[in-house]
């Protein structure tokens, strides 16, 4: 049985995904343009923090054995755990995003 917590923490890593697409358009479009260091180092840093939330919705949606695992043996105090640190960095994202594209 997939519970709330596992839920809510499958989505943040998705919204994360798509938050941080927004801030690669822009970022990885400034570093083309620019040639800046700085932006490079962002668009950088976006394809990693991305590249973590994808591995994290594998492990949670399509690997054979941690999906299962995941779905129904995971402790709540786990879920949790996992869930907090998914929206504390939704949460930051959503800060940079916004002061982004200000």
Known sequence: MVTL?????????????VLLAALLVVW??????????????LS????LLAAENAVALYYYL??????A???SSVPPVAWR???TLHLLET???????RVTWD
């Open 69 to 71: 695992w995941f779905s």
């Open 44 to 47: 950088t840093f976006a394809l």
């Open 91 to 97: 949460v930051a994202l959503v800060a940079l995003v």
């Open 62 to 67: 399509a690997d054979p054995t941690l999906s």
């Open 5 to 17: 917590w596992a839920t809510v923490a499958r989505v943040a890593a998705g919204v994360n995904l």
């Open 28 to 41: 990885g479009r400034n570093a083309l343009r620019l040639r800046s260091s700085h932006a490079l180092g």
């Open 81 to 83: 755990a996992m869930l």
